[in-house]
């Protein structure tokens, strides 16, 4: 046995049965492997397996029956065959006389690996990025959770909405799913996978009432910042601008009837005329942006097909457009009035 190969290993299998796994395992002299393998089943089984194999360039076999009886699964003989990679980890399938059968992945977990060498740490990176308003409806939100899928092969996309009630679902079962409600007023997709030495890599979308935002978090910078450039680069295309969250260089058109009044000031007569403006100004700018945002959703989320027509899909920029305009209208009006002009 090759003395790289450690005595203490934690992982997760994965095929018809899923769950956690721990390995402990001893050496002959001969280079010969025993020890045990504590498969924890996600639906709260625990099936303890005494084992031997060998483990030669690379390569680890494993066979054993199992220790205890447990009524929660069947189990027989299990045969579990992988292979070391340069991350240090051990992949491969596993298939019982039962029956059952998948794919594992363990990690190393003596104390003397999981140390390194002095000074050394893992480190998790983080990545986000926040979007503007944004519009979907299944079709996109399955387009959106397929893409996703592919750049996690060993994890399985969650796709979570509150719709009336919280609800959770693999991508598979969405992709046949018949709401009962037309839409959603959050919306979340899932996925993690191992990452090495026990830890997770994982993206989350998140769209709702208070932000609509993409995070994702590995123990690779560079792939975290790839991967939520890329996913940023796909959700764009559903962002929706609206006046509030419109910028022309680099100012909103609140921010800029604001700077108008400010520039207007000086030309009134009285010094309370002045304030009245100011104050109105900011009351009116507050009283569009709740409006548009309790009017207008931060994040339209359809769980069946986007409803065609002008009304549609004209409704809300028109609805923004509207009310900004007014209020843009009305600050002019009320300047002038202060001015003077219909007085004349």
């Not at 049965?17 to 390995?23: A, D, E, P, Q, W």
């Not at 395992?25 to 639906?43: A, P, Q, R, T, Y």
């Not at 975290?224 to 058109?253: F, M």
């Not at 548009?292 to 065609?308: E, G, H, N």
């Amino acid at each position: 046995m090759s003395s790289a190969f450690g005595k203490l290993w934690a992982g997760q299998a994965y095929g018809t049965n899923t769950g956690k796994l721990f390995v402990s395992l001893k050496s002959s002299s001969s280079g010969e492997l025993n020890g045990k393998l504590h498969f924890n089943d996600d639906g709260g089984a625990v099936v303890v397996y005494l084992v031997e194999g060998s483990f030669h360039d690379g390569n680890l076999v494993l066979e054993g029956a199992a220790q205890n009886d447990n009524r929660d699964l069947i189990v027989g003989i299990l045969k579990i065959k992988g292979h070391l990679d340069a991350s240090g980890n051990v992949k491969g399938s596993w298939e019982s006389t039962s029956g059952t059968a998948g794919t594992f992945i363990l990690f190393p977990h003596d104390q003397s690996q999981e140390r390194g060498s002095e000074g050394s740490s893992e480190q998790l990176h983080a990545a986000r990025y926040e979007f503007h308003a944004v519009e979907l409806d299944k079709n996109q939100i399955i387009e959106l959770a397929e893409e996703i899928q592919r750049d996690f092969s060993r994890g399985r996309v969650i796709i979570t909405f509150i719709a009336g009630t919280e609800q959770s679902r693999f991508l598979s079962d969405f992709r046949v799913f018949s709401p009962v409600a037309q839409r959603a007023s959050v919306l979340k997709l899932f996925v993690q996978e191992p990452d090495g030495n026990g830890l997770n890599r994982t993206a989350l979308v998140e769209f709702g009432p208070q932000a609509n935002v993409v995070v994702v978090q590995g123990r690779s910078e560079a792939w975290v910042l790839g991967i939520r450039e890329k996913y940023k680069n796909s959700i764009k295309r559903y962002e929706r601008r609206y006046p509030v969250n419109t910028k022309i260089l680099g100012v909103t058109i609140g921010q800029a009837i604001f700077i108008a009044g400010i520039a207007f000031v000086p030309s009134l007569p009285d010094f309370k005329y002045r304030i009245f403006l100011l104050a109105m100004i900011v009351i009116l700018n507050g009283a569009t942006d709740w409006l548009q945002r309790s009017k207008i959703p931060f994040a339209i989320l359809y769980l069946t097909q986007k409803p065609q027509g002008a009304i549609a899909r004209l409704g809300p920029p028109m609805f923004s457009w509207g009310i900004q305009v007014s209020a843009g209208i009305a600050a002019t009006l009320l300047a002038a009035y202060l001015q003077g002009y219909f007085s004349k």
